[in-house]
C-alpha cells in the first residue's frame, strides 16, 4: 500500500493527512486513558471507561472531512481528539466540571457529544444513536448535501435493534452512512461470536451494504481502508459497513475486573500484538518519521501537557444542586395571533391534512415519514392525502418498524432545527420505538441545552370506531388498536404531549407542535378524525362546543400547555370535569344533559396539552366549583388520568366540598374485540352523568 502521507489522492476529500500529528492525537488519547483510568482509581470521581486498543479511530476520523458528522461510542476518545483537538473536554467530564463541552458536568465520562463539532450525543444505551444517524443521513441525504455521517458500534452494539434498525434505513434508503463496527472481541465478558452468525461482512453485504473487513491494529491500513470507503459513499454507491478488528488493551471498565474473565495468555497476547499506538509507532520509525527515542518523548510531552491541563480543569467550577432542574424541556413560545383564513366546518382529519399542507408549503424540507403515507390514500387514516396530492415526495412511506420511523423524524430534525414528523400508524406498536422516544426526550437534558431534537410524532389513538363513544356503534379496536397512548407518552421527562378534542385545535396545535425544540407526540383520537360535534341526548348539538368544528384556512397556531375552559349551562359552574380527547364530548353530552334538566352550569375543562398540563386552568375550575371529576379513556392502572386527580388532591385540597372523583376505563389490556365487553370496557357520557348527579347529591 502506498500512502501520500502530505496530499491525498485529488478525487478525495479529506484534509491531506499529517501522519505525526496523527499519531500525536493517538498518544494522546492513551495518555488520557492512562492518567484517568489512575484518577479514578485514586479514587477522584466514580467512573472511567477507556479507549486503549481503540485509538486507530483517529486515523478513520482523519479520512473523513471535517464537516462530516460523527456518532460516536465511549471507546472514542481518539475520534473525539482527532475531531476536536480538545484535550480539555474528557477531563472536565471526567471530574464533572461545568465547563465540560459534553454535558457540563452532567453525563458520565466518555459520552462524547458536541453540537458545534458536529458530534452525535453519546447514549449510555449501547448501539442507541443508530436510528439517530440513520435520520442524520436521511436529512443529508435529502438536502443533497456531500457529506456524511460516520457511525460507530462494538461487537455487542451490532446486536441491538436499535442498530439493526440503522442497518435497515441505510440499506432501505441507501444513506451517506459509514458504519464502523469496532470489534475488540468482547462485550463485557461476552466473546464476539455471540453478537451475529456467520462474517458480518457478508451479513451486511447479504442485506445490501457494502462491506470490508479492516484490521484497526494498522493506523496506516485503517486510514487507507476508510478514504477508499468514503469515496464509495460519497459517490453515490451507497452505505459502507466497515468491520475494524482490534483489541482491548484494558478492562471493560473501571467497574470490571480485567483477570475475572480474561486469560493471562489472551491479554499478553493481545497487548503485544494489538496495541495500535505501538505498532503506529514502530512503523513511523521503521519509515524513518520518527526517531525510537521520540517515542517516549512524545509521551512525556503529552503527559506533561495533561497534567497542565488536568490542573487547569481542576480550578473550574462544579455543578450545583440548584440546576438541576435545567433544560428539562422547552415550551415553545406562543405568539399571540389570530387565524384571518374564512372558516369552514371540518372534520379533524382535515384540518390535520391542511396542518401538515401548512407545514410543507413553508419548510421545503419539511416530510411526513411512516407506514402508507406515501400511498395515494395518505395512510391508513389518510391523514397524509393532501401533502400526496400536492406535493411530491413529502410523505414517504417507510418499511414496517417504528422505531426506524421515529429514528428517521429525530435524527433529521437534530441536523437542521426543524421539525420532522414521524406517523405511527397505530399508538400501541410505538412500543418498539419506545427507547428512540424515550432517549430523544432525554437529549436536551443530559447534554445540558446543547442538542434539542425538534421530533413530531403524530399517532393514531385511542378506541375503535367513529364518533363520540355514547352516539356510535362499537369500534371493534382491541388490541393493537385502541390504546389511549397518554399512559406512556406523559410518563417520559422532556416530552410534551398533546391530544386535541376538535378540529380547530387539532390544525392550531398542530401548528405550533411543529415549533417545539422539544419532542411531541400528537394524539390523534381515531374516533375524532371524522366526528361531528358533540349533542345532547335529545339530538341537539352541544353550542359551547360545536364552533370549533369550524377551522380558518391557512396558518395560524394555539398555545401549547393551554387547557380550553367550556362553560355548558349558565351561572357559576357547579362540577369541573377534566378531561381530554374523546372523553371531551362523552363530558359535554352528560354536561348538557344535566343542565338541560336541572340548569345551572358546569365546566368542561378540555387540557389539550396533557405534557405539560395546565395547571392553573384546573387550580381555577376546582376554586369555582368546588367539585371535581377527573375522565380519561385509559385503563385504570397508573395512568395520567390518575397524575392528574392526585394532583388536584395535592395542590385542591381546599377548594373541594367533596371527594375528588375518578372515571376511566377498566383495568383490563385493553377494549375486547366484542361488543358486550367492549362497551362495559370504556366510560361512556352516561358513566359521567351518573357521577355527577351524585357529585351534586354529596
Ligand atoms: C442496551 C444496553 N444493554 C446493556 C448495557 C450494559 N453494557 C454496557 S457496555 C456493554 C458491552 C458493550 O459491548 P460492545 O458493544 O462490544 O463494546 P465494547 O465495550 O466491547 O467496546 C454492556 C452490555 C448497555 N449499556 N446498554
Excluded at 457540563?104 to 449501547?126: C, D, W
Excluded at 484490521?215 to 459502507?240: C, N
Excluded at 403524530?458 to 367513529?466: C, H, L
Excluded at 381546599?654 to 358486550?676: E, K, M, R, V
Aim: proline fraction near 5%; include cysteine; hydrophobic fraction near 40%.
Amino acid at each position: 500500500m502506498t500512502i501520500n502521507t502530505r496530499a491525498v489522492e485529488t478525487s478525495t476529500t479529506a484534509q491531506p493527512l499529517d501522519i505525526l500529528a496523527l499519531y500525536r492525537t493517538m498518544v494522546t488519547a492513551r495518555v488520557t486513558n492512562d492518567l484517568l483510568k489512575t484518577r479514578k482509581t485514586q479514587g477522584r470521581f466514580p467512573f472511567y471507561i477507556g479507549c486503549a486498543g481503540h485509538e486507530s479511530m483517529a486515523a478513520v476520523v482523519a479520512a473523513l472531512d471535517e464537516s462530516d458528522w460523527l456518532s460516536l461510542y465511549y471507546r472514542d476518545l481518539a475520534a473525539w481528539l482527532q475531531r476536536t483537538g480538545d484535550i480539555y473536554g474528557p477531563l472536565r467530564e471526567a471530574y464533572s466540571r461545568t465547563t465540560g463541552p459534553m454535558g457540563a458536568g452532567r453525563n458520565m465520562p466518555s459520552h462524547y457529544s458536541s453540537k458545534r463539532q458536529r458530534i452525535l450525543p453519546t447514549f449510555s444505551e449501547v448501539g442507541a444513536l443508530g436510528p439517530f444517524a440513520g435520520g442524520v443521513g436521511f436529512s443529508l441525504q435529502r438536502h443533497q448535501s456531500k457529506e456524511l455521517i460516520m457511525y460507530t458500534a462494538g461487537d455487542g452494539g451490532v446486536a441491538t435493534n436499535d442498530f439493526n434498525a440503522l442497518f435497515r434505513q441505510v440499506a432501505v434508503h441507501k444513506l451517506p452512512v459509514l458504519i464502523v463496527v469496532e470489534d475488540n472481541g468482547w462485550a463485557i465478558t461476552a466473546a464476539s461470536s455471540i453478537q451475529w452468525g456467520g462474517r458480518l461482512v457478508d451479513w451486511a453485504r447479504g442485506g445490501g451494504v457494502y462491506a470490508e473487513e479492516v484490521d484497526g491494529t494498522d493506523t496506516m491500513a485503517t486510514y487507507e481502508a476508510t478514504t477508499r470507503l468514503v469515496e464509495h459513499i460519497r459517490s453515490g454507491q451507497g452505505p459502507v459497513l466497515m468491520h475494524l478488528r482490534l483489541g482491548l488493551l484494558d478492562a471493560h471498565s473501571s467497574s470490571t475486573d480485567i483477570k475475572s474473565y480474561r486469560k493471562k495468555e489472551e491479554i499478553e497476547h493481545t497487548t503485544a500484538t494489538k496495541d495500535p499506538v505501538k505498532n503506529f509507532g514502530r512503523w513511523l520509525v521503521e519509515h524513518g518519521n520518527i526517531q525510537e527515542e521520540d517515542i517516549e518523548r512524545i509521551r512525556k510531552e503529552v503527559r506533561a501537557e495533561l497534567e497542565r491541563a488536568e490542573s487547569q480543569v481542576l480550578q473550574e467550577p462544579e455543578p450545583t444542586a440548584e440546576r438541576v432542574m435545567q433544560y428539562v424541556i422547552e415550551v415553545p413560545e406562543w405568539r399571540e395571533n389570530t387565524p384571518r383564513g374564512a372558516r369552514r366546518q371540518s372534520t379533524m382529519l382535515a384540518a390535520i391534512n391542511e396542518a401538515l399542507a401548512e407545514l410543507a408549503e413553508r419548510d421545503p424540507y419539511f416530510f411526513v415519514y411512516g407506514q402508507d403515507v406515501g400511498s395515494p390514500k395518505g395512510g391508513v387514516f389518510g391523514a397524509t392525502s393532501t401533502l400526496v396530492t400536492k406535493f411530491t415526495d413529502r410523505a414517504i412511506s417507510s418499511p414496517l418498524n417504528e422505531q426506524l420511523i421515529v429514528g428517521i423524524a429525530a435524527g433529521a430534525g437534530m441536523i437542521d432545527g426543524k421539525a420532522r414528523c414521524a406517523e405511527i400508524q397505530f399508538v400501541d406498536y410505538h412500543q418498539s420505538a419506545a427507547q428512540t422516544i424515550r432517549l430523544a426526550a432525554r437529549i436536551l437534558y443530559q447534554n445540558y441545552g446543547d442538542w434539542h431534537v425538534p421530533l413530531l410524532i403524530r399517532t393514531k389513538s385511542g378506541s375503535g370506531g367513529g364518533g363520540p363513544i355514547s352516539s356510535s356503534t362499537v369500534g371493534g379496536g382491541a388490541y393493537g388498536h385502541s390504546n389511549t397512548g397518554e399512559q406512556w407518552f406523559t410518563t417520559i421527562p422532556g416530552m410534551i404531549t398533546i391530544c386535541p378534542a376538535t378540529p380547530f385545535d387539532a390544525k392550531g396545535l398542530l401548528l405550533e407542535a411543529a415549533r417545539a425544540q422539544s419532542p411531541v407526540t400528537f394524539l390523534e383520537r381515531g374516533r375524532l378524525y371524522r366526528s361531528e360535534p358533540p349533542k345532547d341526548s335529545h339530538g341537539n348539538i352541544i353550542a359551547a362546543i360545536a364552533e370549533y368544528w369550524n377551522v380558518p384556512d391557512g396558518y395560524y397556531t394555539l398555545p401549547i400547555g393551554k387547557a380550553r375552559r367550556l362553560r355548558i349551562g349558565e351561572g357559576p359552574s357547579s362540577v369541573a370535569i377534566i378531561c381530554w380527547g374523546t372523553m371531551v364530548l362523552e363530558a359535554c353530552t352528560a354536561a348538557a344533559d344535566i343542565v338541560n334538566r336541572e340548569g345551572g352550569a358546569i365546566e368542561v375543562v378540555d387540557l389539550r396539552t396533557l405534557a405539560p398540563f395546565d395547571e392553573e386552568a384546573v387550580a381555577a375550575a376546582v376554586r369555582e366549583a368546588n367539585r371535581v371529576i377527573v375522565v380519561t379513556e385509559e385503563a385504570d392502572l397508573t395512568s395520567f388520568g390518575r397524575h392528574v386527580h392526585s394532583w388536584i388532591v395535592q395542590n385542591c385540597f381546599y377548594d373541594l366540598d367533596g371527594t375528588p372523583a375518578f372515571i376511566s376505563a377498566l383495568p383490563a389490556p385493553a377494549a375486547p374485540y366484542n361488543a358486550p365487553e367492549e362497551i362495559a370496557f370504556y366510560p361512556t357520557a352516561k358513566t359521567i352523568e351518573a357521577k355527577i348527579e351524585e357529585l351534586l347529591e354529596e
